[in-house]
């Protein structure tokens, strides 16, 4: 509270930049968590809220005929635009944001003072919903060859790795101690993910400390009894992410990559994915790219080539793809592994996860999956989203690129997915948010020394409630060819721009009819109707006899006891069926988006988009709709509505 | 002339035919006068039957005495077959060079089709200007429709009847055409029920470079104004292109002369700059380096996106002058058969819901494209595969068909077609059996006698077991004007043309099919639910009569 040098500013305004008629006036309120805007009105449609932890910058602006005008730029790409009247007004809340936004400790952060008053049990099950060691039992672990190993319980040989690993069974203490020491940060090879169809692994692992020559005979052991674990084949595959010239200027920090001549029976492969300083600066450009002011069709597509951030999406599905053929078409383990080996490493792991098994093709698959290669093993989330002001070096945007993949992927197999778009980007918006507690820290040792189960929620229970809004109405779990490994194409003209992500909060460049809510919304009325039918087969047992029953009725009319017992449930079926038809009609109102509601209204969301088309470059303007701020689905950057 | 003169093999035995993301296949490739067949003579395989008219170009090679000929169609397919003997090879090459390049019209395969399906509905009657003039008399009595072309005379690119300001006679009209560009006189459009604005078009005026003024012309126009009121004139040009103009005597609507007129000019590309982005885009879509920085910055030079966005807006920009400003509209470029009628036809699309239905759609190309005279046959000469020697080809009607589909990406439930109608729609433009795009204007068709010689592709699209096809499941009637976006962000690329055979699409093809199947079902579901209720219903009120009775 000590950093609100201003509480409330009145006769604010809230800028559309798409069209000035959307211009909102109101008060701007800042609080300990949230910057909230009520537009005049008195409606509350009109609220926006934004919370402090997804504030990536604030920006003051020359001023204006109009004001003083204050930008703030959300880490969900959402940009907001506020005309202060007063100088002295617009500085007090520029900086009150800018110490708000850039939290010093992780005591500030929003987790810790999210729904603290939830029972303990409550929070405690909403952390226990993820089990990651059921999620290797799903995949046949341990077994005859693999096995948790507990060297790393008190997380003394790695403190960056989780504390349960798996690695061989024929693997001795030694031999992994040994090998820890050859490789950056200790991070020495460990199974990722397990085929249980013909054995192969993906291992991961940070870089050898091999320098020009040095070579470690544990590190060499530890490999073999990797390929070993794999009975069925004779070598495995080592892949270095990076591009050769990268691995090969370690080589002179006394890092590097494995000599094929020290290993027995290795493969290595170089596959060039860059660096995250090359990421952060290509996102950057990608973003700039995406909120340029009606570009034309040759800026937006120059700017897309030169942010070359397609190019780098291509090169993570490509060494997905890679490992993903290895492990399931000639069945050999792999050894994944960058520098650090928990950047890259966990892309092109988990790429190739969600290519090889339908599970990470599911809604709780993928939580496993993000929770298991980028939570458990050290990604370093404070660090890449910048929860804490620090270093803005180690900023990038490692997992956006991990979640465009998936989307890129979905594009290409719409029926492989159970997921949709969105549920993606919510887990984007709870990455960078800090509402729950999961991408709190840099490592599990981390989070568990500030005993994030104990004061804050977990996120994956929430999405799990949320369920129905992320369902895929096409998934067909099914059809054989979306089982096993998922080939995708990598032809560049496969990699689309996300427009869903990057211009989100641009309504009006979106379709203004969505197909996927269309047939969700079909689906639901499906299901609804097969409900009812099945309600009404019921029935038809019940009022059958009591056709016969009538008929009795007649002959027999002084049984009046058999008379009101069918008697109870006609009474009783048409409330419900009556219930159920009103329902069924509001659904089919809304069946194919608001428009027929709109209809009347002059500014219905589907004209929007009428504009200046006379001037040369316009054309994007659209009408203020209903709900021109506040979208739907962000109750993330809401307080707890709960 | 015999078409057995220009086969000079007319069958090999052992060709093999390949094609991307299909099994090759084995077999005997047959020439006939209008088709190439490649048969396996099995009973599951697949025959392919390539009509000639689809070859775009082809490419020979020799590797020892094999053979290979890649076929590069219209429909932006390219396959490749391989013919043992080089005697062989070399004969088919130039017997398919020259059957693909027939001169004459009338030896055209629509002439020589014969449907297998029984014509119910003709589709060269389906569309008379009686009928929807009728429809516009019983909006409007300001408007008749006028005979002052019926020999061609007047305007040779127009029709015989034309929709014209009832005050102004046909003299009038004759001054006016001398006016225009090709004796394109300003016509209507479109009316617009809600406040009874228009769209017209024409050629450019006549003005040269001594500002010619011609007071018929003007009267024309100032016609379909109310008093007081002012009209746009959007003119698919630049302001410089417009200029120059003037110097081979075309010209603009000097503002002087038409005071109640304001003029917008807009940046069309003239047709064989939109021929050469067409053939960069598809150079582009196979480019087989799969670098993406070499594909992003092909896709940009090619301009196609842009040249999409251009016409998108224009037509935006016509429509939003009639639905909002409440003005009417009259809109030309050079020729008036072109740009023109891109913006007309777009503008209708999103102004009037009946042009989003299947027959509204038909109606659309019969009258703004086909009636208005855009010369197909020139047109769609040659595609993306054309070197050399191009006289006056251009993509200007598959570049309509894209912004259709861009709308209609933006609008999934608002169109009763889907996706296959426009990609239909573009391969019959280019190369088919049927005689509706043969031709350039209507005289020129009548001259050929397309209506007693050939089947006209409506007769077949109509026929309820083909619109099934092109039915689109979401649809659900819309009767708000659409507006699209235009920024580069929601354009996307046509994949199901430009891409169509770069890609396997079995798995875009299952979505599409799944998404059918949710629609069937639930449709499926309601039946059952509906007519359980009112049986229900109906025991209810037996259970009321028995107990009323009791």
Aim: charged share 25%; glycine share 4%.
């Amino acid at each position: 509270m000590e950093h609100i040098r201003m509480p409330k500013v009145e006769h604010v305004r809230l800028v559309d930049r798409s069209s000035s008629r959307r211009t909102q006036v109101g008060t701007l309120y800042l609080t300990a968590t949230h910057t909230i805007f009520v537009g005049k009105g008195s409606e509350d449609r009109n609220d926006l809220w934004v919370l402090h932890s997804l504030v990536c910058n604030v920006v003051k602006h020359k001023a204006s005929q109009s004001g003083y005008p204050l930008l703030i730029i959300c880490k969900n790409f959402q940009v907001i635009r506020f005309i202060i009247p007063q100088e002295s007004d617009c500085h007090d809340v520029y900086i009150s944001l800018s110490r708000l936004s850039r939290p010093e400790k992780y005591e500030e952060l929003y987790c810790f003072s999210f729904n603290p008053n939830v029972d303990k049990a409550e929070r405690e099950h909403s952390w226990d919903f993820l089990d990651l060691k059921a999620e290797y039992s799903r995949m046949g672990l341990p077994n005859k060859l693999w096995h948790v190993n507990p060297i790393n319980r008190e997380y003394r040989v790695c403190d960056t790795y989780p504390a349960d690993l798996f690695v061989p069974k024929s693997v001795t203490l030694p031999v992994i101690v040994g090998s820890s020491k050859f490789r950056s940060r200790g991070r020495f090879p460990t199974l990722s993910y397990y085929c249980k169809e013909n054995h192969a692994t993906i291992c991961r692992s940070s870089q050898p400390l091999s320098g020009f020559s040095a070579r470690c005979l544990e590190d060499e052991q530890m490999l073999q009894a990797i390929m070993k674990s794999n009975p069925g084949s004779r070598f495995m595959y080592v892949v270095d992410t990076r591009p050769k010239l990268n691995a090969m200027a370690n080589r002179a920090a006394g890092k590097g990559y494995e000599n094929e001549d020290n290993y027995c029976n290795i493969k290595f492969q170089f596959i060039g994915i860059e660096n995250i300083h090359v990421m952060r600066n290509s996102q950057q450009k990608l973003i700039e790219v995406s909120a340029l002011h009606s570009p034309s069709m040759g800026e937006f597509l120059t700017g897309l080539e030169n942010s070359d951030w397609l190019r780098h999406i291509k090169s993570i599905m490509e060494a997905g793809l890679f490992i993903s053929k290895a492990v399931a078409e000639e069945g050999v383990s792999v050894l994944v592994h960058c520098s650090d080996g928990w950047d890259r490493t966990a892309q092109v792991c988990s790429v190739a996860s969600v290519l090889l098994d339908p599970y990470y093709r599911t809604l709780k698959g993928l939580m496993v999956l993000i929770e298991k290669d980028w939570v458990s093993f050290g990604h370093m989330f404070s660090h890449r989203c910048g929860h804490l002001i620090g270093e803005a070096k180690e900023v990038s945007p490692v997992i956006d690129q991990f979640l465009e993949c998936v989307w890129q992927l979905m594009e290409q197999f719409p029926c492989a997915f159970e997921y949709n778009e969105k549920f993606l980007i919510s887990i984007h918006i709870h990455i960078y948010s800090c509402h729950y507690g999961n991408f709190i820290c840099n490592s599990q040792k981390e989070r568990k020394d500030l005993c994030i189960k104990e004061k804050a929620h977990s996120v994956w229970l929430h999405l799990w409630e949320k369920k129905l809004d992320f369902m895929n109405p096409l998934f067909k779990p099914d059809q054989s060819q979306n089982q096993g490994l998922l080939r995708p194409s990598t032809a560049p003209y496969c990699f689309k721009y996300w427009r869903r992500l990057y211009n989100r909060f641009d309504r009006e460049l979106h379709p203004r009819q969505s197909e996927l809510d269309c047939l969700m919304t079909v689906k639901e009325e499906t299901q609804k109707l097969e409900e009812e039918l099945a309600l009404y087969e019921q029935v038809k047992l019940i009022v059958h006899p009591k056709l016969k029953i009538k008929q009795a009725l007649w002959s027999l009319p002084l049984d009046t006891s058999l008379a009101n017992t069918p008697q109870d449930y006609i009474g009783g079926a048409p409330n419900v069926f009556t219930l159920q038809q009103g329902e069924r009609e509001s659904a089919e109102l809304c069946l194919f988006g608001d428009q027929t509601k709109s209809s009347d209204a002059d500014n219905s969301d589907q004209e929007s988009g009428v504009a200046d088309f006379s001037s040369h470059s316009s054309g994007e303007e659209s009408l203020p709709s209903e709900d021109s701020v506040k979208d739907p689905d962000s109750d993330e950057t809401g307080p707890n509505r709960a | 002339m015999e078409f057995a003169e220009l086969i000079k093999t007319p069958r090999v035995d052992g060709v093999v035919l390949r094609r991307p993301f299909m099994p090759t296949v084995e077999g005997t490739l047959c020439l006939t006068g209008h088709h190439l067949i490649l048969s396996s003579r099995q009973d599951n395989t697949e025959e392919l039957w390539l009509l000639h008219a689809n070859i775009d170009s082809t490419e020979k090679r020799f590797v020892g005495s094999l053979g290979t000929i890649i076929v590069k169609c219209k429909d932006l397919r390219v396959i490749q077959l391989d013919i043992p003997g080089m005697e062989e090879c070399l004969n088919i090459a130039s017997s398919i060079e020259a059957l693909s390049t027939l001169d004459s019209v009338s030896l055209m395969y629509p002439f020589f089709y014969r449907p297998l399906f029984e014509v119910i509905e003709d589709g060269w009657q389906s569309f008379v200007p009686e009928e929807s003039f009728k429809d516009l008399e019983s909006m409007t009595d300001e408007w008749r429709l006028s005979e002052v072309n019926k020999d061609f005379s007047v305007c040779p690119s127009y029709p015989s009847l034309l929709t014209v300001p009832r005050d102004i006679d046909d003299e009038s009209l004759c001054k006016a055409a001398s006016f225009r560009h090709g004796g394109r006189f300003p016509v209507l459009s479109y009316y617009h029920k809600k406040n009874g604005m228009v769209i017209m078009r024409a050629a450019q005026p006549l003005t040269g470079t001594n500002g010619r003024r011609c007071k018929e012309d003007e009267k024309l126009i100032n016609a379909t104004l109310c008093a007081g009121k002012r009209g746009y004139i959007i003119d698919t040009r630049t302001i410089a292109v417009a200029q120059q103009a003037k110097a081979r005597g075309g010209g603009f609507e000097q503002e002087a002369n038409y005071p109640q007129w304001r003029r917008i000019h807009k940046a069309i590309e003239r047709s064989n700059v939109l021929q050469d982005s067409l053939i960069k885009l598809v150079e582009a879509c196979n480019d087989q380096s799969h670098s993406m920085d070499r594909w992003l910055s092909k896709l940009e030079a090619s301009n196609w996106q842009s040249n999409v966005k251009e016409i998108l807006t224009t037509a935006c920009l016509a429509a939003q002058c009639i639905d909002r400003e409440g003005a009417s509209v009259l809109v030309h470029g050079t020729e008036g058969t072109d740009s023109t009628l891109q913006v007309t036809s777009l503008a209708q699309i999103i102004l009037d819901p009946a042009c989003r239905t299947i027959r509204g759609f038909e109606v659309l190309i019969e009258r703004e494209w086909l009636q208005a005279g855009h010369p197909f046959q020139q047109r769609c000469a040659q595609s993306a595969y054309s070197n050399g020697k191009l006289r006056s080809e251009a993509p200007v009607f598959l570049l309509f068909l894209d912004c259709v589909w861009q709308i209609l990406r933006q609008f999934p439930c608002s169109f009763q077609f889907n996706e296959n109608l426009l990609i239909m729609l573009f391969e019959h433009a280019y190369a088919s059996q049927f005689g509706t795009f043969l031709g350039n204007c209507v005289a020129e068709r009548g001259k050929l006698q397309l209506s007693q010689k050939t089947v006209s592709l409506w007769s077949w699209v109509n026929r309820p077991q083909e619109l099934e096809r092109f039915l689109n499941p979401l649809y659900e009637p819309n009767n708000l004007v659409i507006w699209p976006s235009v920024a580069p962000q929601s354009l996307l690329l046509w994949e199901g043309v430009f891409l169509r055979w770069n890609r396997s699409t079995k798995c875009l093809d299952e979505a599409y099919q799944e998404m059918v199947h949710i629609i069937e079902y639930n449709k499926e579901l309601q039946n059952k639910v509906n007519s359980l209720r009112r049986q229900l219903a109906q025991l209810e009120t037996e259970d009321k009569m028995v107990a009323d009775l009791k």
